[in-house]
């Protein structure tokens, strides 16, 4: 297909900064802007910074160019009606972001996803699920979020949501998860979880860090309890994906975010317990790989959202160069 002429202004908002930047045809980003978000504050306090990461975007000479905006959001998002509800940002609460940012952007069309799903767009256009057609892309962080791409396309489900595999249960009797479900694959495999299930053992950092990248250091020294306590979260992930590629036939899985960094502490169970999940024919050769867009994925990933989802800037695609 061809290159769609112009640029899409992206947007990557989260609880503690907010993130923008012009995106081409390429997945270059031309223009950058960066404000932390007041989280703790207000919801208008909160707008006020995206507005200004929107302003000193347009005062760049390439804003003439730009043809909509796309926004990565951390959730829960509504993209049927453009609000956003994100966990760690109290103010906003069925906040209508997307009309407030259209309002301030000239009526430019604005396509709302939730992070996860942005993060997807950006891995299976120029990162680790380039060349796979049903991909499944993760982030395991504070959080445990994800996104799907089917046939070839984005899939972001009617509001945005679409493959939130970290609230998938892979435990029935499992601890109950701020949700209200219980035993989901946040509850057991995202970073605080990790280090939160390593100091029950009696796990003790060396210093004063008790994150889950302190228990993966502790883990590559070989502490038992560590290397248990990544064991099990790479368990949880395992029989979560197992199940996605069981509904979807997923071909890939790529996992990304602060706990993916742990490297082979995480990966070499994960690859381990998929083979135990991952058993009929049609899923075991499940890839398992790491992210590769890195902090930049939810800025490339709203403006290849944005892309798929509006019909004259043409679908979606994998390809390098497209978009």
């Not at 679409?162 to 499992?174: Q, T």
Request: aromatic share 4%; charged share 15%; with cysteine.
């Amino acid at each position: 297909m061809d290159r769609p002429e112009g640029l899409i202004a992206a947007l990557d908002i989260g609880g503690t900064k907010i993130a923008g930047a012009l995106v081409d045809s390429c997945g270059a980003l031309l223009a950058r802007s960066l404000r932390p978000t007041p989280a703790s504050e207000g919801g208008e306090t909160v707008m006020a910074s995206v507005e200004q990461v929107l302003a000193e975007l347009a005062s760049s000479p390439r804003w003439p160019g730009v043809r909509a905006v796309g926004i990565g959001s951390a959730g829960p998002v509504d993209a049927s009606v453009g609000t956003v509800s994100p966990v760690n940002v109290p103010g906003w609460r069925d906040f209508p972001l997307v009309p407030r940012v259209a309002a301030v952007t000239g009526d430019l069309p604005v396509v709302l996803t939730g992070d996860g799903v942005a993060m997807t767009a950006a891995e299976h256009w120029l990162g680790a699920a380039r060349g796979f057609d049903n991909a499944l892309c993760m982030v395991v962080s504070t959080g445990v979020g994800g996104g799907l791409v089917l046939g070839g396309v984005l899939h972001a489900g009617p509001t945005g949501n679409a493959g939130h595999i970290g609230h998938i249960s892979v435990d029935l009797d499992g601890e109950q998860c701020p949700c209200g479900a219980r035993g989901c694959v946040e509850r057991i495999a995202s970073g605080p979880n990790i280090a939160r299930r390593a100091l029950s053992q009696g796990w003790r950092p060396e210093g004063d860090d008790v994150s889950a990248a302190a228990v993966a250091e502790s883990a590559r020294r070989g502490d038992p309890v560590a290397m248990a306590s990544f064991d099990r979260a790479a368990q949880a992930l395992a029989a979560g994906i197992a199940a996605t590629a069981a509904l979807t036939e997923i071909e890939v899985a790529v996992i990304g975010g602060g706990v993916a960094k742990a490297g082979d502490v995480l990966f070499e169970p994960l690859r381990k317990w998929l083979g135990t999940y991952a058993t009929l024919s049609f899923v075991r050769d499940i890839e398992v790989r790491p992210a590769l867009m890195g902090t930049d994925a939810g800025l490339v990933g709203a403006a290849a959202a944005a892309a798929q989802s509006l019909s004259h800037l043409g679908p979606f695609r994998a390809e390098a160069g497209s978009l």
